[in-house]
């Protein structure tokens, strides 16, 4: 294995990690709520009655590229597949995530974070399936 280090920013991850963290952190301690997106989105969805705080976190998350651009180039996005699998891994995810009760940001920041046994198993599952599942499409397909 080797690293890509013309594309290694492991300070833009650390800083990147940290504001995850950190507004992670926050919604827990002020609003008592779990970062998770796929309940924030989903309570959105299926009408929850807290809507505002739900609302104000996804325009949060839509916005944030259009803020970064202020400071430094986005970076060029490049697909390495077609759309059928993109369309499967949507699908492939969606299903994970109600099996687990949770996404991947809800059970592997906020869940790891507060010590949850069931967030500790679907993180190992789900890392565990794309360490495979990119073994077995790099090497063997």
Same mark, same amino acid.
């Given at each position: 294995m080797?690293?890509?280090?013309?594309?290694?920013t492991p300070?833009?991850?650390l800083?990147?990690?940290?504001?995850?963290?950190?507004?992670?952190?926050?919604?827990?301690?002020l609003?008592?709520?779990?970062? =998770?997106?796929?309940?924030i989105v989903g309570?959105?969805?299926?009408?929850?009655?807290?809507?505002t705080?739900?609302?104000?976190?996804v325009? =949060?998350l839509?916005?944030?590229?259009?803020?970064?651009r202020l400071?430094?180039?986005?970076?060029?996005l490049?697909?390495?597949?077609?759309?059928p699998w993109?369309?499967?891994?949507?699908?492939l995810?969606?299903?994970?995530?109600?099996?687990?009760? =949770?996404?991947t940001?809800?059970?592997g920041i906020?869940?790891?974070s507060?010590?949850?046994?069931?967030?500790l198993v679907?993180v190992?599952?789900?890392?565990?399936?794309?360490f495979?599942?990119?073994f077995?499409?790099?090497h063997?397909?």
């Amino acid at each position: 294995m080797q690293i890509d280090y013309a594309h290694f920013t492991p300070l833009a991850a650390l800083a990147g990690g940290a504001i995850i963290g950190l507004a992670a952190g926050l919604l827990i301690l002020l609003a008592g709520k779990i970062a =998770g997106i796929a309940g924030i989105v989903g309570g959105l969805i299926n009408g929850a009655k807290d809507k505002t705080w739900r609302v104000l976190f996804v325009i =949060g998350l839509l916005a944030s590229p259009w803020l970064w651009r202020l400071f430094a180039p986005l970076p060029d996005l490049e697909m390495v597949t077609t759309t059928p699998w993109l369309i499967v891994a949507g699908l492939l995810v969606g299903i994970g995530t109600r099996y687990a009760n =949770g996404c991947t940001s809800g059970h592997g920041i906020c869940g790891l974070s507060r010590y949850s046994a069931r967030s500790l198993v679907a993180v190992v599952s789900f890392m565990g399936a794309g360490f495979a599942t990119v073994f077995v499409i790099k090497h063997i397909l």
